[in-house]
Nanobody, 126 residues
Framework: VQLQASGGGLVQAGGSLRLSCAVSEFTLDYYAIGWFRQAPGKEREGVSCISSSGSIYYADSVKGRFTISKDHAKNTVYLQMNSLKPEDTAVYYC?????????????????????WGQGTQVTVSS
């Protein structure tokens, strides 16, 4: 299942953005879901995730600046990004099926390329 991320844009360093990922295909309550990003020339990396049991994890690079949350009524997951830095510039994706969400250092996305939806571009200018 491909999930579509939205809410990206161009922002100055120090600014904020909130990304959204509305899910219609299944109920988020029973699945882990995560945010991932891919910067130009780099591999896709895990940013943050919520496990199926509700545990929340963040990559070290975003800890203290990004907040992941889930709106059960809207079946939507958000990524609030504050204090953005130029190095946060990337295409951001959300994904659920096939992700690993075990710790701050164990956030990985689906290995099936067909499981990635269209991401949203976040550009942070210095």
């Amino acid at each position: 299942v491909q999930l579509q991320a939205s809410g990206g844009g161009l922002v100055q360093a120090g600014g904020s953005l909130r990304l959204s990922c509305a899910v219609s295909e299944f109920t988020l309550d029973y699945y882990a879901i995560g945010w991932f990003r891919q910067a130009p020339g780099k591999e896709r990396e895990g940013v943050s995730c919520i496990s199926s049991s509700g545990s929340i994890y963040y990559a070290d690079s975003v800890k203290g600046r990004f907040t992941i949350s889930k709106d059960h009524a809207k079946n939507t997951v958000y990524l609030q990004m504050n204090s953005l830095k130029p190095e946060d510039t990337a295409v951001y994706y959300c994904a659920a099926h096939g992700i690993l969400c075990y710790s701050d250092h164990e956030i990985s996305g689906p290995t099936d390329s067909g499981s990635w939806g269209q991401g949203t571009q976040v550009t942070v200018s210095s």
